[in-house]
């Protein structure tokens, strides 16, 4: 593939994307998120066309329509949510895309057999009469392999395949992956686990902000090398915060524990204070902030605010009371889009702005919808608007705003600048700044280390579902990688 | 389809913000008065049109409730069950103590436990709604044949039917129960924070729950509410017909009740329509099934015309929801 460039309307999700593949030879794919993994690799799978550039298979160039062409090249993908029919057996499964079949009757022999020996090649001894209902994730992952397998691929994507695999099974996926590259299939793997590159990968392509970067072989490259293509280099940040905070703990956070969402995690959080959490995706640091306001299950484990000066264990109840959750998940979490903006502000107010007998006062709901609006300077043409027609940036804000009319004392951000456009990133940092300098405590949740450094006072290191260190507020650029890839490395031996 | 309703409606330059959906329904209203006017003018006559709405009373405040339910994201097959069952053990009481009142409480009370118990299941076991309901319904429903041995209940007090056939003004009482249900119901979803919850419940669970609504209680309470209006038509169909049997609640019943709504306008997948509009949908089945009366029609052949009527709305609405996303 060369010079790939794509466009979704004004955003450019490929700039200058370039990869090559060998016979027999497993290139890692790595960026951050919304580098442009997934685009490039669904372009490649033939799910969507680029706007520029050309994709050479054996120096002969190729156009792909759809994924059924792309799998006549020999072209095959995995994808990170495994496409699975869990009341199907294990042959059908693989077979699901072309059964074989004589004047519309399928052979369960035939299956039955070829299935057996694909599976076989794979290493892998599954019964093909076995429901996958009943099978551990690793295994619904050789059944998706032996799928693709029965294209006859020459080249596999593999979208994330160990997140949800044990370590015993990731062992399994990599002898497996070790069978394919000498059969001379080309496999392109991604991950978020810098480790498990040095494992199974020949190369390493590091994408960022659309564009391939770097292409290395893997002896020529290392873990914080890798981290530090991948996070890109930090033009000289500017702290938007003064020093001076107040040393009153606000909240404090002692061993909580959630299944297997949280490992362990203890930490506290200052009156005013921007409390970075650095981590990288699927480390749990989404989970971490959910589980303290009870969103994901009761968690084990101490949750302490300070009242009247004293600190008080809380439940998880209370704390979601005077917390604002601003969820990584807009649209599925933070705004309800064909609902208009009135009503969006008024949901988590509906006491403020009714009155006896629970009636809507409709002046005080108008009142509250016009004050965000002006507050954030939100573009609407009137609060009646539905928020589906706002752009991101503006529904974010919406988020933001009905949060802040309920005054919380906590503010969790997880990501709450993805996907929108510079000029409104600057501004949700703003606002955030605003409110931490009027004493709201923040854990802010970014996978952008510019943005995470210009604000945070201070940085809490997650990995692998663990607290595993604190960083003060002037931690360079270096530490902050360097802590994550050492955690990294530490968790893989 | 949608399109090119508004369409022809600019065609015909009437500008409009309407919902293309009241827009349909609007215009097979007017079809069937238009139909009505040419074919049997006696229709319009004052007394007939007091009549229709006597007759709409029972499924308007079925369908009242049911909107109630789906705009919150549910349904509920049990009503109609849930109103004959209701009728049944408030006339026992009736008949055995001779009070009134209570009687018409036990409705009431039968009503609302009935509508709890689908609420509970729902909201706080997680059960899917048709399912629930659908049990429900076939156990009311089993419970009523069985205490009846399918033998309408007669000789409730003299009293009973004094007071629910007198006419005020003219009308008759289940008219005026039926506009105070309507009106209460519609200030309750559109003015309450009750109403407003279950809009923003029907259109995403998800982003209520992190904006701290309480999704289980106002799933439940919408449950209870339906199973109230169940309890309240149960006393006006035992008023209107002078007895009170199984099959007051038969399955015909219930496809009143969802044409009814998906036609006034209810989405079925929730979050959107008017209980009004549910209200309206109620006396335009009302007035089809007169029209097929009228033209010696049979009965089958009106459930089978029903059916089509939900399979087009709901596919408008869902063309709707598409164009909207």
Aim: glycine residues 8%.
């Amino acid at each position: 593939m060369q010079n790939i460039k794509k466009t979704y309307g004004p955003i450019t999700a490929l700039s200058n994307a370039s990869i090559l593949l060998k016979e027999g030879s497993v290139v890692a794919l790595v960026g951050a998120n919304g580098a442009g993994k997934s685009t490039l690799m669904n372009i490649l799978g033939g799910i969507t066309a680029q706007d520029d550039g050309e994709l050479l298979v054996n120096d002969k160039k190729v156009n792909f329509n759809s994924p059924v062409d792309a799998a006549r090249y020999g072209i095959q993908f995995v994808h990170q949510e495994l496409s699975i029919f869990k009341t199907m057996t294990v042959a059908e499964n693989i077979f699901i895309n072309q059964f074989p079949a004589q004047f519309g009757i399928i052979s369960k022999q035939v299956i039955e057999s070829t299935t057996k020996q694909l599976l076989a090649e794979l290493g892998s001894n599954l019964n093909p009469h076995h429901y996958v209902e009943s099978l551990s994730t690793g295994d619904c992952q050789m059944v998706v392999i032996a799928r693709a397998m029965l294209g006859n691929p020459k080249i596999l994507i593999l979208d994330e395949p160990t997140s949800s695999l044990s370590k015993y099974e990731k062992e399994k996926l990599n002898l497996v992956i070790g069978r394919l590259k000498e059969a001379g299939v080309a496999i392109i793997y991604i991950t978020h686990f810098i480790s498990e590159i040095f494992e199974v990968c020949d190369s390493v392509t590091v994408m960022r902000n659309g564009v391939t970067i770097s292409s290395q072989a893997i002896h020529e490259t290392d873990n914080s090398k890798i981290i530090e293509l991948m996070l890109g280099d930090v033009a000289s940040i500017e702290k938007k915060r003064k020093k001076e905070r107040s040393e009153n703990i606000f909240l404090k956070v002692d061993k909580l524990q959630n299944e297997n969402k949280v490992k362990e995690a203890s930490f506290e959080l200052n009156k005013g204070e921007i409390l970075g959490i650095w981590g990288l995706l699927g480390s749990g640091r989404t989970e971490l902030v959910r589980s303290i306001i009870g969103l994901d299950g009761e968690p084990k484990g101490t949750i302490l605010i300070s009242r009247h000066g004293k600190l008080t264990p809380v439940s998880t109840e209370y704390l979601s009371g005077i917390t604002a959750y601003v969820s990584e998940d807009r649209r599925g979490e933070g705004v309800l889009l064909p609902m208009s903006v009135l009503k969006n502000t008024a949901l988590p107010n509906l006491k403020k702005v009714s009155g006896n007998l629970g009636m809507i006062m409709l002046n005080k709901a108008r009142n509250l919808a016009t004050r965000v609006i002006n507050s954030l300077s939100i573009k609407v043409s009137n609060f009646d608007q539905t928020v589906g027609t706002l752009s991101g940036g503006n529904q974010q804000k919406i988020v933001f705003g009905k949060w802040l009319e309920t005054e919380p004392d906590l503010l969790i951000l997880d990501e709450p600048t993805r996907g929108l456009d510079i000029s409104a990133k600057g501004e949700i940092l703003k606002i955030a700044t605003d409110l931490a300098n009027n004493g709201v405590s923040i854990l802010f949740i970014s996978s952008e280390l510019e943005e995470l450094m210009k604000i945070s006072d201070r940085y809490l290191i997650i990995s692998e579902r663990y607290v595993v260190a604190e960083l003060p507020g002037d931690s360079t650029q270096d530490t902050l990688i360097s802590a994550l890839s050492k955690n990294v490395q530490g968790s893989a031996a | 389809m949608v399109n090119m309703i508004t369409r022809i409606l600019n065609f015909g330059r009437i500008k409009t913000k309407l919902n293309p959906l009241f827009l349909t329904t609007g215009l097979m209203f007017l079809a069937a008065l238009i139909f009505l006017f040419l074919n049997s003018p006696e229709f319009f006559w004052l007394n007939n049109i007091v009549n229709i709405f006597n007759q709409c009373a029972v499924l308007a405040i079925l369908s009242l409730g049911m909107s109630i339910v789906m705009i919150g994201g549910g349904i509920d097959l049990s009503l109609p069950a849930n109103m004959a069952l209701s009728a049944i053990f408030g006339s026992t009481i009736m008949i055995l103590t001779g009070s009134v009142p209570l009687g018409c409480l036990i409705m009431l009370i039968s009503g609302v436990a009935i509508g709890s118990l689908n609420g509970f299941a729902i909201a706080r076991l997680r059960m899917i709604p048709f399912v629930v309901t659908l049990a429900t319904m076939t156990i009311c429903g089993g419970i009523s044949v069985w205490v009846t041995n399918s033998v309408s209940i007669f000789n409730q007090p003299e009293k009973f039917f004094d007071i629910f056939l007198a006419r005020v003004l003219g009308l008759p009482l289940s008219i005026y129960i039926l506009i105070i249900c309507l009106i209460m119901t519609q200030i309750a979803m559109s003015f309450t924070r009750f109403g407003w919850m279950v809009y923003a419940v029907g259109t995403s669970p998800s982003v209520c729950k992190v904006s701290r609504i309480p999704v289980k209680q106002v799933l439940f309470s919408t449950y209870v509410l339906a199973g109230f209006l169940a309890g309240v038509s149960a006393i006006v169909v035992t008023a209107r017909l002078g007895s009170a049997s199984a099959n007051i609640g038969n399955d015909s019943v219930i496809l009143d009740i969802v044409t009814a709504c998906v036609i006034g306008g209810v989405s079925i997948y929730g979050g959107k329509g008017r209980p009004v509009g549910a209200c309206l949908g109620a006396v335009l089945v009302v007035i089809l099934g007169n029209i097929l009366n009228l033209l010696e029609i049979s009965f089958f052949i009106g459930l089978m015309l029903k059916g089509f009527l939900i399979i087009f709305f709901v596919s408008l609405d869902g063309l709707l929801v598409k164009q909207n996303e």
